[in-house]
């Protein structure tokens, strides 16, 4: 049950990749879901399959998203420049009162 759940919204996400992404990406998010289908049928047969094929999964993963975020723009190390404190507030005027 958990994997229909699992393959219905990687199929959603497909879409919105197909949508809002350039063929580069679409192309790897596809290659992904078919690693991962083949994937899922060989550990039908040996349950280990999972742990030796980790790395590579991860690999394209990273990959994929790696291609989406630069379709998208979102690039992490950008972001990091950017202060998450709070801004320091004006000094008060003479005039103002407490």
């Known amino acids: 049950m ?14 919105f990749v197909t949508i809002v992404c350039g063929k580069e990406a679409v192309n790897e998010f ?5 690693f991962i289908n083949n994937l899922a049928a060989e550990m039908t047969a040996d349950p280990n399959k999972y742990d030796i094929a980790r790395p590579e999964m991860m690999r394209r ?3 994929t ?3 989406m975020r630069k379709d ?4 992490a190390r950008s ?4 202060s998450s ?5 004006a ?6 009162k407490s």
């Not at 958990?2 to 990687?10: C, L, P, V």
């Not at 596809?30 to 078919?34: S, T």
């Not at 998208?72 to 690039?75: M, P, R, S, Y």
């Not at 000094?91 to 103002?96: D, G, I, L, Q, V």
């Open 30 to 34: 596809q290659a992904l879901g078919a």
């Open 91 to 96: 000094p008060r005027s003479p005039e103002a």
């Open 2 to 15: 958990r994997w229909m759940k699992a393959s219905t919204e990687f199929d959603e996400s497909r879409e």
């Open 61 to 63: 993963i990273l990959l």
């Open 72 to 75: 998208l723009e979102v690039d």
């Open 79 to 82: 972001q990091s420049n950017v």
């Open 65 to 67: 998203q790696m291609k």
């Open 85 to 89: 404190a709070a801004p320091t507030p």
